[in-house]
């Protein structure tokens, strides 16, 4: 099945970092590029609807433009990219665009640590992972090159992991110059021998085609600990699956994002 990359972009300033990173990534994973826009068009309120279109198709006309001289000003010349500028919501449109045979993946920026409660949290992102079934990659705001040496992979011991979407992912990664490492969360005291069993019996399915290993990280401070395992930001993507309530909304909302992703430094990459 036929590739493909979506990716958000909402025309500010970081946006040039993600296009640059998504599209090196396409480029590895043989993927097509697709670059989503949501207009925001602000309409007064007793307009007629003949007003009303005139200025969203003035609007979007020119977020295209905009999106165009992106285009041209990031990448290089013979980059093939889709558009899609709309002010639909985005929801509405990623639904329709999920639904084409491709294997997907969607890329949404992460603000800067100063507004992560009032842009990341609790809005378009999350909606995304809560209303969407596809792989999501969020990116710092300022990484523009793809990197793919480590991948640090969050797992809940009493949650299924999705194997099939992380060999999905595995795909757009070249084995020989990726490592793996299956890591979880135990609670202070906590018996950590099924969780090592469990975690190991995973990484030695991949043992034979990857360098995998494993990780065990207790106490209450797992923040600073995950903070200083990843030592190379550059180089190492943290993956978790959207699943049970205490990893969605403890583990990744509290922890991963707030204290790993935006002060870390760290890709993200989401499972359905």
């Known amino acids: 099945m036929e590739k493909r990359f979506i990716v958000l972009l909402d025309l500010g300033e970081h946006s040039a970092a993600l296009l640059r990173y998504a599209y090196e990534w ?3 994973a043989n993927a097509a590029l697709l670059l989503l826009h949501q207009t925001n068009i602000v309409v007064p309120g007793l307009s007629h609807a003949e007003y009303k279109q005139t200025l969203t198709n003035n609007g979007n006309e020119e ?27 985005l929801l509405e449109q990623l639904e329709e665009l999920l639904a084409a045979p491709f294997e997907q ?11 992560i409660k009032r842009l990341f949290l609790g809005t378009k992102t999350v909606d995304i992972i809560e209303h969407t079934n596809t792989t999501l990659v969020v990116m710092p705001s300022d990484f523009s090159s793809f990197t793919h040496r480590h991948l ?14 992380f060999h999905q992912l595995l795909s757009l990664f070249p084995k020989n110059e990726t490592s793996i490492t299956f890591f979880s969360i135990a609670q202070k005291n906590e018996n950590i021998f099924p969780i090592e069993q469990s975690l190991q019996t995973l990484s030695n399915q991949y ?11 207790e ?5 600073s ?21 205490d990893l ?9 994002v707030n204290e790993v992703v935006y002060d870390g430094r760290t890709p993200l990459i989401i499972l359905p």
């Open 26 to 28: 396409s480029q590895l």
């Open 63 to 89: 977020a295209l433009r905009d999106l165009e001289a992106l285009v041209q000003n990031t990448l290089p010349p013979e980059a093939v990219v889709q558009y899609r500028v709309s002010s639909t919501h």
């Open 105 to 115: 993946m969607i890329f949404a920026g992460a603000k800067t640590t100063g507004l």
């Open 152 to 165: 640090w992979v969050a797992i809940a011991e009493k949650h299924a992991f999705n194997t099939n979407s």
């Open 207 to 217: 043992s034979n085609t990857y360098t995998s290993g494993i990780a065990i990280y």
């Open 219 to 223: 106490g209450a401070d797992t923040a």
């Open 225 to 245: 600990d995950l903070q200083m395992i990843i030592q190379h930001p550059r180089q190492e993507i943290l993956v978790m699956q959207k699943g049970t309530r």
């Open 248 to 256: 969605t909304d403890i583990f990744f909302r509290k922890l991963l």
